[in-house]
């Protein structure tokens, strides 16, 4: 008698394979979700009972397969807890209001240096000199030939002698006293002195002009402050040479702005002139209000964010530039 497995043909053996398969996966893939969710604090599916451990592979895939296991977590449970956008603090960068290098538009030598680093400025105030002998005497040679009026003075009497000569020859030679040549030449000398009078006011805008020239070339060995501020970085020393890198950086420290980058979901929140908190990344500080200055007209669409710019005070200088920030602009409780 032959064994009864014999009489099992290979369809039939793929058949029940293939029965048993697919419910084996599904029961794999519902024991990986199980676990995910159990990691994850949500829901977990319960466990097996002993029918269902016993079930038909076919009542099996039929239960991991109907709608109820299949049902997704309402949006509101999975949404819980989240923080929204409008309460999550931005990351942000304050930097100065106005930073300039201060540098000299001439090559030259340093004679003095007026400041230190940390040193609060004025608008104009000197900063450091360039040893100047040359133009200093550029410009006290040219001041004496702007102050010489001995040629105007000598050609204005030539020309006031000239004119009285021909209007008495013109007298004359009306009066029939004198040639028709006499009165021609008083007319040449006449127009002689006059030319030699408007030269020598020529020279004298010449050296008027000569004498503005020296000095701003002297001016251009001073170099000053372009607005008020402090002085941030101080990079020369008496006696070396400079050749147009910069000397000094000034900053603006009060207002101070304030770069922001923001999502573009948030967009239409920020309006112009509106307060925010901005609190300064260092111990112990404490926000401050600040007020939306700029905002970006154009998006940028790789990141989906677009800038801001706000404008923070100081009036006391108390916060420095450079440091990181947050920005928060639901109810401002700063300063």
Request: with cysteine.
């Amino acid at each position: 008698m032959s064994h009864p497995l014999r009489r099992i043909d290979g369809s039939q053996l793929r058949q029940t394979a293939a029965a048993w398969a697919l419910p084996l996966v599904l029961l794999g893939l519902g024991a990986s979700t199980q676990d995910a969710n159990a990691a994850s604090g949500a829901a977990t599916t319960p466990p097996a009972s002993a029918s269902t451990a016993n079930a038909t592979p076919a009542a099996v895939a039929t239960a991991m397969t109907s709608p109820a296991a299949a049902a997704p977590m309402p949006a509101a449970a999975a949404s819980a807890g989240a923080p929204t956008t409008a309460n999550k603090a931005l990351g942000c960068l304050i930097e100065p209001d106005r930073a300039a290098d201060v540098g000299s538009s001439t090559i030259g030598m340093i004679d003095t240096v007026e400041v230190e680093r940390g040193d609060t400025v004025q608008r104009g105030q000197v900063l450091a000199t360039l040893k100047s002998d040359v133009e200093r005497a550029n410009v006290d040679a040219a001041r004496n030939r702007a102050n010489n009026d001995g040629e105007i003075q000598s050609a204005r009497g030539l020309r006031d002698g000239a004119r009285e000569r021909l209007l008495s020859a013109t007298r004359l030679f009306q009066l029939g006293g004198s040639s028709q040549l006499d009165l021609e030449q008083a007319k040449s000398e006449y127009e002689s002195a006059d030319g030699r009078y408007q030269q020598a006011l020529q020279n004298k805008r010449t050296a008027d002009a000569e004498l503005q020239v020296a000095s701003a070339q002297l001016q251009q060995r001073t170099i000053r402050s372009p607005f008020a501020g402090v002085v941030v970085e101080r990079h020369v020393q008496p006696g070396e040479r400079v050749d147009g890198k910069p000397m000094f950086r000034v900053a603006t420290l009060s207002p101070l702005r304030v770069e922001i980058v923001v999502p573009t979901a948030m967009y239409g929140r920020l309006k112009e002139g509106m307060s925010v908190n901005v609190t300064p990344d260092y111990p112990s500080a404490r926000p401050e209000i600040g007020q939306v200055a700029r905002i970006d007209r154009q998006v940028d669409a790789a990141s989906g964010t677009f800038r801001a710019r706000l404008r923070l005070p100081n009036p006391q200088g108390d916060i420095p530039a450079g440091l990181r920030c947050t920005v928060s602009w639901d109810t401002p409780t700063g300063r």
